[in-house]
C-alpha cells in the first residue's frame, strides 16, 4: 500500500536528475571504491578508469573489459548478470512471478498476437541488483524487428516487492525488443524499469541483427530483465530462483 500511494515516477526522474550531477574529479575514485564494497560491483572488470565516469549514473551503466564476460558457444546464453527470479517452461501463455503468482505475456509484451506466437514457450527473469553489471544483452542470434516503450509505473523489483506486489512487471515501464531467430521462431526481451530506474537506453534499432552477447540496452541502476522464447528444440530449463548468472554464460541444455 505505501508504494501504490508514493508517486514513484516522479521520485525515480528525481532519483536519476541526482544520480547525473557530475562529482569532483579527486572524489570520483574513493566514493566508487565505497559504492563497489557496499554493493558487490566488481570493479576489476572495467574497461575504463574510475575517475573517468563523470557521474554515478556513468558508473551504473559502466562497459566491461572486452575478456570480463566471454559469450558461450551454446545456443542461448544469459543475457545479464544477475539472480534468477524464475526460468523454466511457459504454461499456456502465463509466466510465473514467483509461485502461486503470475502474469499474461500479452500484458508483458502488449501484443495479443505476438503473445500467441510465444505461447508453451519458455522464460527466464532475471533481477539486477544495484552491484551488476547494467547492460543487457541478446541471449541468442536475431534480427531485432520491433523496439516498443510500454509506459507504466515503476515499483521496486527487488525480491521482496516480487513476492508481495500482484503482477509487478506488467505494471512497470518497459522496453519491449521483438527477435526474430534464424529458424523463423519468434522471441522477446523485456527490459522492465524499476523504483529509481527510470532511465532506460536502448542501444538497437529495429532492422538489425545481432549475434549472441549484443548489446540491448542499459539500465540506470538495477532492474530486471526477462527473456521469453517461441516453443522449439531450445529452451530455457528450469533454474532455482537467486541462481547467480552471469551475462553470455551458457544456458544449460
Not at 566488481?42 to 559502466?62: G, H, I, M, Y
Not at 544495484?130 to 544483452?137: I, K, L
Not at 509505473?153 to 512487471?169: G, Y
Amino acid at each position: 500500500m505505501f508504494f501504490t500511494l508514493l508517486p514513484k515516477v516522479l521520485l525515480s526522474r528525481t532519483t536519476g536528475m541526482l544520480v547525473s550531477l557530475p562529482l569532483p574529479t579527486p572524489l570520483r575514485a574513493p566514493f566508487y571504491r565505497w559504492f563497489a564494497r557496499r554493493y558487490g560491483a566488481e570493479l576489476a572488470d572495467l574497461n575504463d578508469p574510475l575517475s573517468s565516469f563523470r557521474s554515478l549514473q556513468a558508473f551504473f551503466q559502466r562497459a566491461l573489459n572486452s575478456g570480463a564476460r566471454p559469450i558461450a558457444t551454446t545456443p542461448l546464453v544469459w543475457p545479464c548478470d544477475g539472480r534468477i527470479v524464475t526460468s523454466g517452461p511457459i504454461g499456456g501463455d502465463r509466466i510465473p512471478q514467483i509461485k502461486g503468482n503470475d502474469y499474461s505475456v500479452a500484458d508483458l509484451v502488449g501484443d495479443a498476437n505476438l503473445a500467441k506466437a510465444l505461447a508453451g514457450g519458455s522464460q527466464a527473469t532475471i533481477y539486477l541488483a544495484p552491484g551488476d553489471y547494467h547492460r543487457v544483452h541478446i541471449p541468442f542470434a536475431a534480427n531485432i524487428e520491433h523496439v516498443r516503450a510500454i509506459r507504466g509505473t515503476l515499483f521496486p523489483v527487488n525480491p521482496k516487492a516480487v513476492a508481495c506486489i500482484d503482477r509487478l512487471f506488467v505494471r512497470n515501464s518497459r522496453h519491449v525488443f521483438r527477435c526474430r531467430l534464424a529458424d523463423g521462431r519468434l522471441a522477446v526481451v523485456a527490459m522492465v524499469g524499476a523504483f529509481n530506474v527510470g532511465d532506460t537506453r536502448v542501444s538497437v534499432q529495429p532492422g538489425q541483427t545481432l549475434i549472441a552477447g549484443g548489446e540491448l540496452g542499459r539500465f540506470g541502476f538495477g532492474s530486471t530483465a526477462v527473456v521469453i522464447l517461441g516453443k522449439g528444440i531450445t529452451e530455457f530449463p528450469a533454474v532455482a530462483p537467486q541462481t547467480r548468472v552471469r551475462m553470455g554464460g551458457a544456458v544449460p541444455n
